[in-house]
């Protein structure tokens, strides 16, 4: 049974790993042929600024996912790290923690509500919003995912402290 979930959590990882590095290899070309093209005729992509506008959306989202795997997001020590005992700063944490976790849920369902409810359509290339929106709670799940995967880890550990 613990294979099974370390083979669907490497594929969950290759999947925010390949999203992350397509959306941002496909937002340089786009970005760079709308340069290039406003530069030698004078008019780009007319669909370049509504893609890419999805598309960094996108990479934000599945990037908190992968920033959370790799502890890379900022944590406020200051709190966690005053009091001398183990017990009342893993008691802390562990509050902030599920804090954190709490405000996760509340986004990811907005973030859903948001996207079901999307009947417009793009301005130029007329495609249904709910598209592009569909990123946000894609990407708050995963978010979610990675932060439940490591909350003991969080929470009983003291952060290292950077100077």
């Known amino acids: 049974?613990?294979?099974?979930?370390?083979?669907?959590?490497n594929v969950i990882q290759h999947v925010e790993n390949l999203f992350c590095g397509v959306t941002l290899a496909v937002i340089v070309c786009i970005s760079?042929?709308?340069?290039?093209?406003?530069?030698?005729f004078g008019s780009g992509l007319l669909w370049g600024d509504e893609v890419n506008q999805a598309l960094i959306v996108?990479?934000?989202?599945?990037g908190c996912a992968k920033a959370i795997r790799s502890n890379g997001h900022t944590e406020?020590?200051?709190?966690?790290?005053?009091?001398?005992?183990a017990e009342t700063r893993i008691a802390i944490r562990a509050l902030i923690n599920v804090i954190s976790l709490a405000v996760l849920i509340v986004l990811?369902?907005?973030?859903?509500?948001?996207?079901l409810s999307g009947t417009a359509k793009s301005t130029v290339l007329r495609v249904p919003r709910m598209y592009y929106y569909m990123s946000m709670p894609i990407g708050l799940g995963f978010s979610i995912y990675e932060f439940v995967r490591i909350i003991?880890?969080?929470?009983?550990?003291d952060p290292e402290e950077e100077y």
């Open 1 to 9: 049974m613990k294979g099974m979930f370390q083979k669907c959590d």
């Open 32 to 40: 760079t042929a709308q340069v290039i093209l406003r530069y030698l």
């Open 58 to 62: 996108a990479m934000g989202m599945f």
């Open 76 to 85: 406020l020590t200051l709190l966690t790290q005053k009091p001398k005992k």
């Open 108 to 115: 990811f369902y907005a973030a859903l509500i948001y996207t």
């Open 152 to 157: 003991k880890t969080r929470i009983m550990t």
